[in-house]
Structure formats: C-alpha cells, structure tokens
C-alpha cells in the first residue's frame, strides 16, 4: 500500500510538473507542519531544526529556509513549529532524500531525533504540502533584514473544484499580485498546491510589520478601487468566493533564515 501511495504521489508531482512547473519555471516549495503536545516535544524540534536540518540541507546547497510558530499558540492543545523549503525544481525536492542518506555527519547527529523511540517522540505528527510558484511570482520575495517581530500570515483558499481554482490562481496573476505589490503586502511566495490534505487550494504568505498593521492592511485592501472592480467584474462571480479560508500569524523563529 505505501509503494502504491508513493507511486500515485511521483505521478501526480510529474503531471504538475509537465504542466505547470515547466510553463513558468518557477520554485517548488514544502511546507511541513510539526505538530507537538507540549513544550518538551517543541524544544526537540527546535533543537533539531536549528542544529542539523538546516545546516544540512544549507550544505546541500538549498537556501533560505523559513522556521515559524504562529502567534498565541504557546498555550494551545497542539503546538506547531511551521518550515518552509524552497527548491529550484521538483528534481532538487525529489534528490534531498538521497542527498541526506549519504550525509555522515547528518545521519549521525540527528540519529536520536529519525529513530526516536514509541514512548519518546520528538513530535506527535508531521504534515507536509507541496507547491508550485505562480507565475507572476515565481521565487522567494524575501524581506530586506530580519526581524523576529514581524507577522507572517500563512493563508489558503480552498476552491470548490480545480477549474475554479485555476481560476482564482487567474486572479491572482493577472490582477491581485500586482494590487498586494502596490499595497506593500510583500508576500513571500504564492504557491498552487500539488499534494496535500485540502485540495484543490493555493495558499500564500504577506509579511506585514506587526498584527495591527497587517489588520489595517486588509482594511485598505478592502476598499482598494482595483479590488472592487474585479471582484465585482461578472466574469469572477465565481472566482471571488472559496470553499473555506485558513489564516495563520506567525513570527519567524530566532533561528530562521529570515
């Protein structure tokens, strides 16, 4: 069953690929959500990411990885320890694997975090969702210096079918990246999501100074002439409305490259 569900995923990677990776030769992204019970298993993960799974895939020569936690979630049920990976083509995310099995030094470090027993787990569950940049944004936008202070907000739309989540992806690329631009939004990545647990969607990150700012910001977006002409335009009656949105605050960890 686990060699049919990864053959399924190869394929499924492979048509996106064909058609639209190859069109737009944009970035291919991971997000992995670590999902922790208590403050034992976040420090584990933390120690983790900053010591090992950085360093090695910096020396696999893959950059500009994100490590967030979202905002307020230090008393919740379920903490989550957010990382972003960029890669320059679904080969370079498809040869990571291999690269780290023959990393020594990496297999040797991290061995206590891979082959953690039952009754001690470093994490309670780990998701993982694949993208495709879009194409009037085909790489990381990221910010000019770091700063642990700033709002990242993770945001996915879910569309009732994939026809209208090209559609919306439409929107995006013909008129509301250019409105987020204007608007100093500064999104990181747009991406439309290849495999993960509530497709079709995209999702994508603005980066905003603080909570208050990033609240007036969606205020100024919302009165935005541009953004009141097509979202009322006729032809996206359809496009303007999703399924379900999802927004996560976070903030960068101090470990993050950015």
Known sequence: MKSISFIAIVILLSFFSQNCYAKNGGDFYQITIYKCKNDTQVRRVDEYLKALWIPALHKAGIKNIGVFKPIGNDTAQIKLVLVLTSFRSQDEWMKLADKLSKDE?????????????????PYQRMESILLIAFAAQRHLFLPASKDTTRVFELRSYESPTASLLNKKIAMFNNDEIKIFNRLGFNPVFYGRVVSGSRMPNLMYMPVFKDVAARNEQWKVFGADAK????????????????????SILM???SYSDY
């Open 251 to 253: 903030h960068g960890t």
């Open 227 to 246: 953004w009141k002409e097509i979202s009322s335009d006729p032809k996206n009656e359809n496009n303007v409305s999703v399924n379900h949105i999802d």
């Open 105 to 121: 030094t990496y297999q040797s470090s991290a061995a206590n975090f891979l082959n953690a027993s039952a009754n001690n787990v």
